[in-house]
């Protein structure tokens, strides 16, 4: 059931993201309604963080975008970090070796990997960009 509650999750944020449902510029909409939300969150350790990317560094290795490069100090140490197989996809607490199952990428890169309900491969979505 979990699955399905994802799917139409996904579905549904994947449908607000589209230029389709973009509104003209005039229009004026309602927002900060608040809600509660149930979400199941997972557990990292900041040590793995750590060693990702202290081996791979602080640029992202779909399209090589440097935060501290263009954003000087305030983008010093800025980096999301990529599980090449999707926390979500883990039956429990697992380890994992940071080195080998972790890539950092930016955040807009991170969110394309995650886009559709199947992630892409860091190599598929250089093949994009």
Same mark, same amino acid.
Do not use: Q
């Given at each position: ?28 909409? #309602?927002? !900060?309604? /608040? ?5 199941? $969150?997972?557990?990292? +350790? ?10 791979? !560094? ?7 975008? +440097?935060?501290?490069?263009?954003? #000087?100090? &305030? #983008?010093? #140490? ?5 599980? &090449?197989?999707?926390? !979500?996809?883990?039956?429990? /607490?697992?380890? &994992? ?5 972790? $890539? ?10 995650? $886009? ?14």
């Amino acid at each position: 059931m979990k699955d399905e509650y994802v799917a139409l999750l996904e579905d549904a944020w994947n449908s607000l993201s589209t230029s389709s449902s973009f509104a003209e510029p005039s229009a004026e909409f #309602g927002e !900060g309604t /608040a809600f509660t939300v149930r979400m199941t $969150r997972f557990e990292r +350790d900041p040590r793995n963080r750590a060693a990702c990317l202290a081996h791979h !560094g602080m640029r992202c290795v779909v399209c090589e975008f +440097d935060f501290k490069e263009r954003y #000087g100090k &305030l #983008g010093e #140490g800025f980096i999301h970090v990529h599980h &090449l197989n999707p926390l !979500g996809t883990m039956k429990g /607490a697992h380890r &994992l070796d940071p080195v080998n199952d972790m $890539r950092p990428v930016c955040p807009n890169c991170h969110a394309m990997l995650h $886009r559709k309900k199947d992630v892409l491969g860091i190599d598929e979505l250089k093949a994009l960009v």
